[in-house]
């Protein structure tokens, strides 16, 4: 079975690798097909690849290629995790938006915008290709904004592509574990978009635990979400937000977090990697150990401005390991041989949401198997969720307007209405602001 990873000069793309590594069973992946614009970049990840192999029998094969049309032909299934503009993109990103007083995080608000502006035209162009030279491949996606670019490769592909992302599998697991169950076998009523959702039971052996949570201030205050939004705050809500709600309860606090900050998130990791990628080309230096180091170090600075913000202190080891390479062996696994399982992914919503359209990508558990991913039936979310979900859905869908269109005014629009950017003279800067520092968004007419 053939493995293409889109965006295959990737820091992470050794976590999916070794995840493959593990599977022995019939109908494994065979061949991976890294695909990358950069040869560089592709040349060392390579060498961390062939470390990890070198004790392993019958790994996976890997080769390298830069040619797009080559890397799609004959692929089973397709990663995507492309950076379209790179992580200096992403610096530029944070530094724009932080210059207008708003959030500029990859993901979510002004930054996420910027981002899904730049990625959008890229991942259609990578939709069609797919259908024209992979009709038969499902499509992983794990490029940011999940949601919104699996929406745009939807439109191409239908139910054959699927988002995925680790925070709600992170977020479920925490709760488990501080409940005393077994994370594999809790079920997570969890329901949103990418990056917006929330638990709003957890049942273990079918009793929903999440009141006994609740009500214990102890408990509640013992793991990562419980110190970063504070005890009241999650009681109040009778819920528990994935982390990156954060930007939304505490916008202010953020903000000026960052503002404060030596370095920017997308700074700092562009000059971790800058740095791995020069050590990696070193001769003689173990590129494994190399990367090893540098994801420790990347991990435990993750929403580091967050968790000082709230004052929740360092990361647990337990949350330190990732977990999306998991959950896209998990996926692959559960289509390719049919072994059904529940998993909480980004598609399209086909009626589950009843507030939502059919076509809208949302972030729900479902239940995986040789078809496909089929989300699951989830009750309304409260008034509160509803209008932060639809307003935030409002303006994925004038992003997706504006790519298509090459709309400068609906890109503005896009900017001004997002519940973070307050303002629509605020928006048209932003937009000024990107297009200037951008090649990317020099379609935008």
Same mark, same amino acid.
């Given at each position: 079975?053939?493995?293409?990873?889109l965006?295959?000069?990737?820091?992470r793309?050794?976590? =999916?690798? /070794?995840?493959?590594?593990?599977?022995?069973?019939? !109908? +494994?992946?065979?061949?991976? #097909? &890294?695909?990358?614009?950069?040869?560089?970049?592709l040349?060392a990840?390579?060498?961390?690849?062939?470390?990890?192999?070198?004790?392993?029998?019958?790994?996976?094969?890997?080769?390298?290629?830069?040619?797009?049309?080559?890397a799609?032909?004959?692929?089973?299934?397709?990663?995507?995790?492309?950076?379209?503009?790179?992580?200096?993109?992403?610096?530029?990103?944070?530094?724009?938006?932080?210059?207008?007083?708003?959030?500029?995080?990859?993901?979510?608000?002004?930054?996420?915008?910027?981002?899904?502006?730049?990625?959008?035209?890229?991942?259609?162009?990578?939709?069609?290709?797919?259908?024209?030279?992979?009709?038969d491949?499902w499509?992983?996606?794990?490029?940011?904004?999940?949601?919104?670019v699996?929406?745009a490769?939807?439109?191409?592909?239908?139910?054959? =592509?699927? /988002?995925?992302?680790?925070?709600?599998?992170?977020l !479920? +697991?925490?709760?488990?574990? #501080? &409940?005393?169950?077994?994370?594999?076998?809790?079920?997570?009523?969890?329901v949103?978009?990418?990056?917006?959702?929330?638990?709003?039971?957890l049942?273990?052996a079918?009793?929903?635990?999440?009141?006994?949570?609740?009500a214990?201030?102890?408990?509640?205050?013992?793991?990562?979400?419980?110190?970063?939004?504070?005890?009241?705050w999650?009681?109040?809500?009778?819920?528990?937000?994935?982390?990156?709600?954060?930007?939304?309860?505490?916008n202010?606090e953020?903000?000026?977090?960052?503002q404060q900050a030596?370095?920017?998130r997308?700074?700092?990791?562009?000059?971790?990697?800058?740095?791995f990628?020069?050590?990696?080309?070193?001769?003689?230096?173990?590129?494994?150990?190399?990367?090893?180091?540098?994801?420790?170090?990347?991990?435990?600075?993750?929403?580091?401005?967050?968790?000082?913000?709230?004052?929740?202190?360092?990361?647990?080891?337990d949350?330190?390991s990732?977990?999306?390479?998991?959950?896209?062996?998990?996926l692959?696994?559960?289509?390719?041989?049919?072994?059904?399982?529940?998993?909480?992914?980004?598609?399209?919503?086909?009626?589950?949401?009843?507030?939502?359209?059919?076509?809208?990508?949302?972030?729900?558990?479902?239940?995986?198997?040789?078809?496909?991913?089929?989300?699951?039936?989830?009750?309304?979310?409260?008034?509160?969720?509803?209008?932060?979900?639809?307003?935030?859905?409002?303006?994925?869908?004038?992003?997706?307007?504006?790519?298509?269109?090459?709309s400068r005014?609906?890109?503005?629009?896009?900017?001004?209405?997002?519940?973070?950017?307050?303002?629509?003279?605020?928006?048209?800067?932003?937009?000024?602001?990107?297009?200037?520092v951008?090649?990317?968004?020099?379609?935008?007419?």
């Amino acid at each position: 079975m053939k493995l293409t990873i889109l965006g295959g000069g990737g820091f992470r793309v050794p976590l =999916v690798y /070794g995840a493959l590594l593990t599977d022995r069973a019939e !109908g +494994r992946v065979t061949e991976v #097909v &890294l695909h990358d614009l950069d040869a560089g970049r592709l040349s060392a990840v390579g060498r961390v690849l062939a470390e990890q192999a070198a004790a392993v029998p019958d790994a996976p094969t890997v080769t390298t290629t830069t040619d797009l049309d080559e890397a799609l032909r004959g692929a089973d299934f397709i990663f995507s995790a492309i950076r379209v503009g790179g992580l200096e993109g992403r610096a530029d990103d944070e530094r724009v938006a932080l210059a207008e007083g708003v959030l500029g995080q990859e993901t979510v608000g002004a930054g996420g915008i910027a981002y899904g502006l730049r990625t959008v035209p890229v991942a259609v162009d990578i939709a069609r290709r797919v259908a024209r030279l992979a009709p038969d491949a499902w499509v992983i996606n794990f490029t940011n904004p999940a949601g919104l670019v699996t929406e745009a490769m939807s439109r191409h592909l239908g139910d054959r =592509v699927i /988002g995925i992302c680790d925070s709600p599998v992170g977020l !479920g +697991r925490r709760i488990a574990r #501080v &409940l005393g169950g077994n994370p594999n076998e809790a079920w997570i009523d969890y329901v949103g978009l990418n990056h917006l959702g929330w638990v709003r039971g957890l049942k273990i052996a079918g009793r929903d635990e999440l009141p006994r949570l609740l009500a214990d201030p102890d408990l509640l205050g013992s793991f990562e979400e419980g110190k970063l939004f504070g005890v009241d705050w999650l009681q109040s809500l009778g819920a528990i937000p994935n982390e990156y709600l954060h930007y939304y309860y505490f916008n202010r606090e953020a903000v000026r977090s960052y503002q404060q900050a030596e370095k920017t998130r997308g700074a700092f990791l562009a000059d971790q990697q800058a740095r791995f990628y020069d050590e990696v080309g070193t001769p003689g230096v173990k590129a494994l150990d190399v990367w090893d180091r540098t994801r420790a170090e990347r991990e435990a600075t993750y929403m580091s401005e967050n968790r000082e913000t709230a004052g929740a202190g360092e990361r647990d080891a337990d949350d330190l390991s990732g977990g999306y390479e998991k959950v896209a062996l998990a996926l692959m696994r559960a289509i390719a041989r049919d072994e059904r399982t529940t998993l909480i992914l980004n598609v399209r919503n086909q009626g589950t949401l009843a507030v939502l359209d059919r076509d809208a990508v949302i972030e729900v558990p479902c239940l995986v198997d040789a078809n496909g991913a089929h989300p699951v039936s989830v009750a309304p979310l409260p008034d509160h969720a509803t209008g932060l979900v639809c307003s935030v859905k409002a303006v994925e869908r004038e992003v997706l307007a504006a790519a298509e269109s090459a709309s400068r005014t609906t890109a503005v629009k896009a900017f001004a209405l997002h519940p973070l950017v307050d303002s629509v003279n605020v928006a048209r800067r932003l937009v000024e602001g990107y297009t200037s520092v951008h090649p990317g968004l020099a379609y935008l007419k």
